[in-house]
């Protein structure tokens, strides 16, 4: 019996040791988590639409955001709040403390403001309303001239005139391809486009040869950078390559 009670009482002696080890370990884990993994650089990539400081803000949102290894395990098992214009975000760790954020935004390809609403329609290449918002985002066309009946978020344009919307998507791609971004995209009587680049007003006329067009206007737009006019290619053609400049006062 003797003999048993020295056996029990040298085991629980070595599980008391184990769980203090244990204990040790644990506590200098959380240390090393504390003091090491502090959020010192955060490298911010794939934004246009919002500046760096204001996805930190958006991301780095509660009161453990200091530690760098939190904010990474955080979002990888939970989505964050939505924001507008953003469509997913990477967080990636670069230990100990440097944050990689990678923010994949929305294709925003143009938008219609909706008067009765007080609001902006985004749409993407295949002419998807993807974002609703009271926000004018720089850097995204303004269509106007166009009949819309009533939008719905992730729903196509019910844009009247089966070649309408057609061609004003192909439209602001060409002008995506050759990186133009007019202020304004105006569709106007007999299907003709107008573009408005600052002081520059730009006559395409209707959709034809829009491709042509466009990539003669990324040539000619530099060289009338400061003056002030409308510059006429709705007449040109691959036999009338005529292009012409009417000085605005």
Known sequence: M?????????????????????????AVGALVVIKLFTVDKVIVSGNTYYSQEAVEEWLLDDEYSWN??????????????????????????????????????????????????G???????????????????EDVPKVTGIDVDKIELYEKLPIKGNSVLKNLLSLTQILKKYELTPKNIKYGTEGSYTLKFGKISVMLGQAKDFNEKISRLSRILPKLEGQKGTLHLESWSENTTDITFEKGK
């Open 2 to 26: 003797e003999k048993e009670r020295r056996i029990r009482k040298g085991r629980g002696r070595i599980a008391g040791m184990v769980f203090l080890l244990l204990l040790l370990l644990l």
């Open 119 to 137: 609001q902006n329609a985004y749409f993407d290449k295949g002419g998807t309303v993807v974002e609703m918002s009271s926000e004018e985002v």
């Open 68 to 117: 760098s290894l939190y904010v990474f395990f955080k979002y990888k098992f939970q989505a964050p709040r939505e924001l507008a214009f953003v469509d997913s975000v990477d967080v990636s760790l670069d230990p100990p403390h440097t944050l990689k954020i990678t923010v994949h935004e929305k294709e925003l390809m143009g938008r219609i403001y909706i008067d009765s609403l």
